[in-house]
């Protein structure tokens, strides 16, 4: 199967900056849309910034003017670029991959999350 493996989470102080990565592997022929996730306890899960297959984005307005994503096709791996961080965007970060190609047909995937965390 396809998975997606996200890097670069971890403990920051408020204003400092992270950069996460997901990268996908599994025999992949193409990746339509991509997205970041976060969900933080207690908290709906929402969509922080995507990207399509031709590098288009969408930002939650939270994070406009902040965050960047990026991604890079020829990898099969999306960036997400989180610079100004408040205590607020402490959350367990996911990818989101959807119309997948693969050996094993067309589907949608999830990362496992990775854990950003900003102390004030």
């Known amino acids: 199967q396809v998975q997606l493996v996200e890097s670069g989470g971890g403990l920051v102080q408020a204003g400092g900056s992270l950069r996460l990565s997901c990268a996908a592997s599994?025999?992949?022929?193409?990746?339509?849309?991509m997205g970041w996730y976060r969900q933080a306890p207690g908290k709906q899960r929402e969509l922080v910034a995507a990207?399509?297959?031709?590098?288009?984005?969408n930002y939650a307005d939270s994070v406009k003017g902040r965050f960047t994503i990026s991604r890079d096709n020829a990898k099969n791996t999306m960036y997400l670029q989180m610079n100004s961080l408040k205590p607020e965007d402490t959350a367990v970060y996911l990818c989101n991959a959807l119309g997948v190609f693969s050996v094993y047909g067309k589907h949608d995937y999830w990362g496992q999350g990775t854990q950003v965390t900003v102390s004030s």
């Open positions: 599994g025999s992949i022929f193409k990746i339509g849309a």
């Open positions: 990207i399509t297959s031709g590098g288009s984005t």
